[in-house]
Every structure is written in structure tokens, then in C-alpha cells.
């Protein structure tokens, strides 16, 4: 077995296709569909309460839909949980930060590893380079608890990665992080992209990021697509710039 993170196959897709979402009344989402590629990455932006974290719940099958088709590599996958959908190589990271925060930094990316199925060997071996393509050498050793915010958002992508995703869900992975450090998840994100060939779905608020990273951007207001394109066309769309200044104050005060 490779110890090593490895290539992920070239060619495989996460698609969904005419997502409904019902709670009670409200369609949180409503016809949704995209295509994920191996080696790609993907924007999901929209102002809050638009149905991005309810999409990342759908693929990765905390959330069931009303209607509509997940398909990966080709299998309908729709109603897999989402411990079956994480063995198959659909891996998501949530908006707040889990991790043990007694366990070593180091220990909480190996837990992942080994719940993967690793051996010890190739178990740390794999830990190893997680730790080294997410810079987060000098905290291997400290309790996850006693990290710096900026650290923890890395952790747990860490852990995700541990997974060996074929494709990474990652829900806001900038949230609260000031602009330097953006700039550096930004550059992380795309350098893990690389080094293992996963397809990739980002949300977030942070245009920048979004600018920085993503080949292409989806953009969601109310349940349904908005726009969908370049980042660069996108945010040029006056649709799109309508949506977020319409709900800029809702933003401001939901804090997420
Ligand atoms: P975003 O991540 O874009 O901010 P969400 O996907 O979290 O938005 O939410 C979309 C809409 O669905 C919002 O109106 C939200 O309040 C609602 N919603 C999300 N999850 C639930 C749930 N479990 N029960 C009821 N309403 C929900
Ligand atoms: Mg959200």
C-alpha cells in the first residue's frame, strides 16, 4: 500500500442534480445542481441563509433532499449515510471546528488516519505529510485545545485529509480569520488540491479567497442558482452584487 497520500484518480465526479431542500415551509433549496471534477475546486459563495451549508450537507448525506440526485463516480449515492459516503471518498469539514482537544494535534490527525483503516506505520507516515503540507509543524505536539484559532481551522482540515478524500466539502474555512491568515488558507488550500489530485468544494464569505483558489464559482440566493461562472465574471454580475448588498446588514449581524 501506498504510505503516502497519493493521486486521486483523474476523471471521477461528485454530481448533484435538481436538489430540493424542504424544512416545513421553507426550500432552502430548490433545483440545485453542479459538478464536481477530480483536481477541481469549486465555489459555493451566496449571502447567509442562501442553502450553502444545506448543499454540503446534501453531498456529503447529513441532509436528505426533497428531490433530486447525488452521484458519485457514476453510483447514485443519494442515499448512502455519511459514514459510507466518507469511506467512498466524500469528506467534509463543518463550519465549527471538532476536534479533540485533549488529544495532541498530532494524535487527533492520526485518530482519522487509523479510523480509515491505516496501520500505525502508515498512519504516522501519512500524518506526517498532512502536518507538513498544512504547515502545522510547530503545533504537532500541543493539545488541540490550546491552539490559536488559525491553527484549529487548519486541524481540521487536516483530519479531512487524513480521510483521503477524493473530494474535500470545506464549509467557511476563513470564517474569523483576519487577512493574512485568508491569504495563507487560500494558498493551503490550493497547494493540497495539488498534492492530491481531490476535487474540491469551498464555501465562503471571503470574495478574496474565492478569487484566490476557485476555477469556477456557483453562486446561491434563496435556494437557487444565481450565477455560475469565472469568479471574476461572477462578482462582476449585478445580480450577484444586488443579492449581497440586499442582505449586508443580515451578514453583519448573523456574524457567520
Ligand atoms: P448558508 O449556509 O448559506 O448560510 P444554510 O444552508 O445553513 O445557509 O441555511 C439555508 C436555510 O435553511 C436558512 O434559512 C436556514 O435557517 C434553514 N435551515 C438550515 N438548516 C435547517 C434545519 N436543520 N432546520 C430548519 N431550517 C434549517
Ligand atoms: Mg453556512
Known sequence: MDPGLGQMPAGERLE????????????????????????QIVGLIGPNGSGKSTMIN?????????????????????????DRRARRGIVRTFQAVRLFPRLSVWENIEAAAVAKGAGRRVARAQVGEIVDLLELGEFAQLE????????????????ALALRPHFLLVDEPAAGLDEEETDEMAATLRR???????????????????????DHTIVLSGG??????????????????????????VDLDAGS
Open 58 to 82: 446534501v453531498l456529503s448525506g447529513f441532509v436528505s433532499p426533497f428531490a433530486g440526485t447525488v452521484t458519485h463516480a457514476g453510483r447514485d449515492v443519494t442515499s448512502d449515510a455519511p
Open 16 to 39: 448533484a442534480d435538481g436538489i430540493a431542500v424542504r424544512f416545513g415551509e421553507l426550500r432552502a433549496l430548490d433545483g440545485v445542481g453542479l459538478s464536481l471534477a477530480a483536481g
Open 144 to 159: 488541540a485545545g490550546t491552539t490559536p484559532y488559525g491553527a484549529e481551522r487548519r486541524i481540521a482540515i487536516a483530519r
Open 224 to 249: 437557487t442558482i444565481l450565477a455560475d461562472g469565472r469568479p471574476q465574471d461572477v462578482m462582476q454580475d449585478e445580480l450577484v452584487i444586488e443579492a449581497y448588498l440586499g442582505t449586508r446588514q
Open 192 to 214: 493540497l488540491c495539488e498534492a492530491t489530485g481531490c476535487g474540491m468544494l469551498v464555501v465562503e464569505h471571503d470574495m478574496r479567497l474565492i478569487a484566490n483558489v476557485c
